[in-house]
């Protein structure tokens, strides 16, 4: 309870002091990106806009709590534009969550973690998420890239960490890109298929952490760990997990380990402890699964008695 009233109150004050700033602040000038003209400045404050903005996709950053986003554009050619993009979320943990989304790429020292793919530049840096891309010849602009990148970490006055429910996640054979933090069911199915339905009763409210292991042996497992707002909520999800997604009558009392075989031969095995539900799925290899979901619920289990 002491460590989700100091979250809280962290977060308050955060929010407090960031709805102080004007986010065009943050974004670079042309004399930082080799003096490309700037094309348009746009600050998007609303849901509805973000949708017009986006034309598809928006759902994916309203998930985690979205708040404003500032967008400038600066044409490099005729046919080629350089455009940052920085979002500004609830807290850091949404910030995180939405880097934690697609791979990181070559790791970048920008802000709280930032990394390069091909033609993009992203990095999250307190409770801002920041995307800069190039449209054409993505590989020959990787330098304005990575200047419009340091411009932006430079400007940005903050820092976040990742939420402490991703610290439970065992470490050993974790994939390196294995690692995401959400809170809704869209966001579960873009990573995760699990059923045509939120057969996890996941809303903006709970905190879910999704790992993937993998081994040597070529065995392979995907664990969650999702925390409800409250025992009762993850109690209803438990045992609507049990019978309508497994078939089986949940046993009293339900704070118990489950093993179950499912249509494809995969194990699924479940624990409920508290407000958290604990859910792994293996590739037809039950070791692996088995040796990663003790050492989550000795982790858990530890973290709850501090």
């Not at 759902?59 to 979205?66: D, H, K, Q, R, T």
């Not at 089986?248 to 093993?259: G, Q, V």
């Not at 792994?280 to 982790?299: A, S």
């Amino acid at each position: 309870m002491k460590k989700t009233f100091i979250s809280t109150l962290l977060i308050l004050i955060y929010c407090q002091l960031a709805q102080s700033t004007d986010i065009r602040d943050y974004l670079p000038e042309s004399f930082e990106v080799r003096n490309y003209p700037e094309v348009e400045t746009r600050i998007i404050r609303t849901q509805n806009d973000l949708f017009d903005y986006m034309n598809g996709g928006a759902e994916n950053y309203i998930a985690f709590n979205f708040r404003r986003l500032a967008v400038r554009e600066f044409a490099i050619t005729g046919d080629v534009q350089l455009i940052v993009e920085i979002y500004f979320f609830k807290s850091p943990a949404d910030a995180y969550g939405v880097f934690t989304m697609l791979p990181a790429g070559d790791k970048l020292q920008y802000g709280d973690g930032g990394g390069y793919s091909i033609g993009v530049v992203r990095f999250w840096k307190g409770a801002y998420y920041c995307k800069i891309i190039t449209t054409g010849s993505i590989e020959k602009y990787k330098e304005v890239l990575l200047m419009a990148g340091e411009a932006v970490d430079g400007k940005i006055d903050a820092s976040g960490s990742p939420p402490e429910i991703v610290s439970i996640m065992p470490i050993k054979d974790r994939t390196k890109e294995g690692l995401h933090f959400f809170h809704e069911y869209i966001s579960q199915k873009n990573l995760l298929y699990i059923a045509p339905h939120n057969v996890l009763n996941l809303t903006r409210d709970t905190n879910v952490v999704l790992a993937e292991y993998y081994n040597l042996k070529a065995e392979r497992a995907h664990i969650f760990l999702i925390q409800y707002p409250t025992d009762s909520k993850c109690r209803v999800a438990y045992k609507g997990f049990v019978s309508d997604f497994l078939g089986k009558k949940p046993a009293e009392p339900d704070n118990f380990h489950l093993k179950a075989a499912l249509e494809d031969y995969r194990m699924v095995e479940i624990d409920r402890l508290g407000e958290y539900f604990i859910i792994g799925f293996e590739d037809n290899h039950q070791q692996l699964l088995t040796d990663r979901m003790k050492e989550l619920r000795q982790n858990l289990r530890q973290f709850m008695n501090e």
